[in-house]
C-alpha cells in the first residue's frame, strides 16, 4: 500500500490478557516508530527501529511491553497481561527523514 | 521526558486571523518538524527544518527556528477552520535518531 497501515483499528480486551498490534510501514522505509498517545495528550516515544535492530527501547513502559520487526518490514507490539492503564492509541510511523503515521490502534482495557 | 515543549496549549481565534505557536526543547537539534493531528489519530507532516535553517515557509505557514534559544515558531497566517486541528513540534536529537513529539497545541479556528 501507499501509506502506513496498522491493524487491528480497534481493540477491546479484558484486563490480564495479552495484546498484539501490527504495523506495516511504507516499502522502503529503513526507520518505524511507535508511540502512545493517551486523550488530549501528546505522544510517548516507545521504542525505534532502524531495520531489524532496535537502538532504542528507552520508551517501552514496562516489561510487558515488547516489539519486534521482520525483514526490516512489518512489526508488531505486544502488551502481556494488559492493564487499564495500557488504554490508549497506539501509533506507529515509518520514515526515511520526515515521519509518515499510520491511523493507529485503538487499545481499550477493560 | 518530552523534548519539545509548545505554547500556548490551546489558541481559540477567528477565520482569518493569524495562529502562532511556539516550541521549545531542550537538546541541540539536527532538524525540527511540526505535524498536525485531526481527530486524536494519525498525524500528518507540515514542514521540516534544519539546524542550520532560520526561517522556511510552505503555503499559509511560516517556521522560524532559534537554535540559540532552542525554539521554534510556526505561523498560520490567514487561518480557515479547517486549521482547527492540534499542531505538535517533534525533535531529532543531534548524534541520536528518536524523533521525540512535544504535548502539542490545541487550536480552535472560529467561523
Known amino acids: 500500500g501507499a501509506g502506513v497501515s496498522q491493524s487491528p483499528s480497534n481493540k477491546v480486551t479484558e484486563k490480564g490478557k495479552d495484546v498484539e498490534l501490527r504495523c506495516d510501514p511504507i516499502?522502503?522505509?529503513?526507520?518505524l516508530y511507535w508511540y502512545r498517545q493517551s486523550l488530549g495528550q501528546g505522544l510517548e516515544f516507545l521504542i525505534y527501529?532502524?531495520?531489524?535492530?532496535?537502538?532504542?527501547k528507552s520508551g517501552l513502559p514496562s516489561d510487558r511491553f515488547s516489539a519486534e520487526r521482520t525483514g526490516g518490514s512489518v512489526s508488531t507490539l505486544t502488551i502481556q497481561r494488559t492493564q487499564q492503564e495500557d488504554s490508549a492509541v497506539y501509533l506507529c510511523?515509518?520514515?526515511?527523514?520526515?515521519?509518515?503515521f499510520g491511523s493507529g490502534t485503538q487499545l481499550s482495557v477493560l | 521526558s518530552q523534548q519539545g515543549e509548545e505554547d500556548p496549549q490551546a489558541l481559540s481565534i477567528q477565520e482569518g486571523e493569524n495562529a502562532t505557536m511556539n516550541c521549545s526543547y531542550k537538546?541541540?537539534?539536527?532538524?525540527l518538524q511540526w505535524y498536525r493531528q485531526n481527530s486524536g489519530r494519525g498525524l500528518v507532516h507540515l514542514i521540516l527544518?534544519?539546524?542550520?535553517?532560520r526561517e522556511k515557509h510552505s503555503g499559509r505557514l511560516r517556521v522560524t527556528l532559534d537554535t540559540s534559544k532552542k525554539s521554534s515558531s510556526l505561523l498560520i497566517t490567514a487561518s480557515r477552520a479547517a486549521d482547527t486541528a492540534s499542531y505538535f513540534c517533534?525533535?531529532?536529537?543531534?548524534?541520536?535518531?528518536?524523533?521525540?513529539f512535544g504535548a502539542g497545541t490545541r487550536l480552535f479556528v472560529k467561523a
Open positions: 517533534a525533535t531529532d536529537k543531534a548524534g541520536g535518531f528518536k524523533t521525540i
Open positions: 527544518i534544519r539546524s542550520n535553517e
Open positions: 537538546t541541540s537539534i539536527n532538524n
Open positions: 527501529f532502524q531495520g531489524n535492530s532496535a537502538p532504542d
Open positions: 516499502s522502503g522505509h529503513t526507520a
Open positions: 510511523a515509518s520514515s526515511l527523514e520526515k515521519l509518515f
